[in-house]
């Protein structure tokens, strides 16, 4: 069974950086592109960035171009988000999903508060 | 950016009725390995997103057969035949064919 767990979420001020985890099993990891999504309070789901298979290539929304960071771990079947300069309008909940959204994770809620 | 179009917001629908939800690309969605990679979602309230349909037409596992998935080109189409009670809930599109993938705003269903 292919499972998702996302961890690292919290509260932060404004400018402050958080890094997202999302470990993974039931599937071979190595061989699958991976996408993070957001939702914010109330809103639609958001695209916000992804990573092929190998971690060659990666992708960021314009929203978050310049201030997240992609990357993955295939040894420790783990996908992360590094997230800086945050802002007030990054609090959502983030999602770990397969690139095609087979599979998603329960979620990590990011709070940026003062 | 390829924006994705749904339509309507909002569909109130009785019990045992049909309903249909439209999403529209502004561009192609056919990948160079001639798949189309449009999917659908199913939130339901206060639960993580599931995928109901896979490049256009493809149901996943374990969802009921009252929800089918059409279209080509830029127009696409999820219906569902009879709608129940757990049927509750906002449906999104999804292209996966170009990156930055893109969601449609999400149609919400709820019962008359």
């Known amino acids: 069974e292919v499972q998702l767990l996302e961890s690292g979420g919290g509260l932060v001020q404004p400018g402050g950086s958080l890094r997202l985890s999302c470990a993974a099993s039931?599937?071979?990891?190595?061989?699958?592109?991976m996408s993070w999504v957001r939702q914010a309070p109330g809103k639609g789901l958001e695209w916000v960035s992804g990573?092929?298979?190998?971690?060659?290539?990666?992708y960021y929304a314009d929203s978050v171009k310049g201030r997240f960071t992609i990357s993955r771990d295939n040894s420790k079947n783990t996908l992360y988000l590094q997230m800086n300069s945050l802002r007030a309008e990054d609090t959502a909940i983030y999602y770990c999903?397969?690139?095609?959204?087979?599979?998603w994770g329960q979620g990590t809620l990011v709070t940026v508060s003062s | 950016d390829v924006v994705m179009t749904q339509s309507p917001l909002s569909l109130p629908v009785t019990l045992g009725q049909p309903a249909s939800i439209s999403c529209r690309s502004s561009?192609?969605?056919?990948?160079?390995?001639?798949?189309?990679?449009l999917n659908w979602f199913q939130q339901r309230p206060g639960q993580s997103p599931r995928r109901l349909i896979y490049?256009?037409?493809n149901r996943d596992s374990g969802v009921p057969d009252r929800f089918s998935g059409s279209g080509s080109g830029t127009d696409f189409t999820l219906k569902i035949s009879r709608v129940e009670a757990e049927d509750v809930g906002v449906y999104y599109c999804?292209?996966?064919?170009?990156?930055?993938?893109?969601f449609g705003g999400g149609t919400k269903v709820e019962i008359k």
């Open positions: 561009q192609g969605l056919v990948y160079s390995d001639g798949n189309t990679y």
């Open positions: 990573i092929s298979s190998s971690g060659d290539n990666t």
């Open positions: 039931g599937f071979t990891f190595s061989s699958y592109a």
């Open positions: 999903s397969l690139k095609q959204g087979g599979s």
């Open positions: 490049k256009v037409s």
């Open positions: 999804m292209q996966g064919t170009h990156w930055p993938l893109t």
